[in-house]
């Protein structure tokens, strides 16, 4: 069974950074696409950024590019998402969802972190 | 960037009707490419249909996509008290890559 369990979630203040986690098991990871998708609070879903199974495939929203880093550890079947420069905007749940090899659309989602920026 | 506008934003029944959800895209896309999502409160979204109208694993036949070019629809058939969520459409392959449709809440009446 597909289980994508999402860790590193908190409270920062503007400016900082924060380093998400999304440990993966029950599927070969290193065989698919992941993505991070985010919702603030009482809102809608919102792609944030994208990494291929071999790491070479990465694209990111506008709205994080130049402050967040996606990335994947196929050894240790874990996907990372670095966020640096957080703004207010970035609070939310942050997802890790794993990418349809054909047709693609999210199939798995992990139970997601909470992610919250003030002052 | 393309825009997907779901509607109705609310949308009250009873179980056993039947409800349909519309979601319009600003301009024509690749139906392969549309998504529906089931969000329920607290929960991430699950996967109902990807390609338009190919259900994901485990989704009853209730569930049906449709659609094609700007205009895609999910119908689910008979309603059971179980589909009382939000549904959200996507499309893949956009700038963004993945676009998410606002959102329908299918609440009961």
């Known amino acids: 069974e597909v289980d994508l369990r999402e860790s590193g979630g908190g409270l920062v203040k503007p400016g900082g950074s924060l380093r998400l986690s999304c440990e993966a098991s029950g599927f070969m990871f290193n065989s698919y696409s992941m993505n991070w998708v985010r919702q603030a609070p009482g809102k809608g879903l919102e792609w944030v950024a994208v990494i291929g199974s071999s790491g070479s495939r990465i694209y990111y929203a506008d709205t994080v590019k130049g402050r967040f880093t996606i990335s994947r550890d196929n050894a240790k079947n874990v996907l990372y998402l670095q966020m640096n420069s957080l703004r207010a905007e970035d609070a939310g749940v942050y997802f890790c969802?794993?990418?349809?090899?054909?047709?693609?659309?999210?199939?798995?989602w992990g139970q997601g972190t909470l992610v919250t920026v003030s002052s | 960037e393309i825009v997907l506008t779901q509607s109705p934003s609310t949308l009250a029944l009873s179980p056993g009707e039947r409800a349909t959800l519309s979601c319009r895209a600003s301009?024509?896309?690749?139906?392969?490419?549309v998504a529906w999502y089931q969000q329920k409160p607290g929960q991430a979204p699950s996967l109902l249909i990807y390609g338009a109208f190919n259900r994901a694993t485990g989704i009853p036949d209730r569930f049906i996509g449709t659609g094609s070019g700007t205009d895609f629809t999910l119908t689910i058939s008979r309603v059971e008290p179980e589909d009382f969520a939000v549904y959200f459409c996507?499309?893949?392959?956009?700038?963004?890559?993945?676009?998410f449709g606002l959102g329908t809440k299918l609440e009961t009446k």
């Open positions: 969802a794993r990418e349809r090899k054909v047709t693609p659309a999210a199939d798995s």
């Open positions: 996507q499309l893949y392959g956009s700038s963004p890559l993945y676009i």
């Open positions: 301009q024509t896309v690749n139906s392969n490419y």
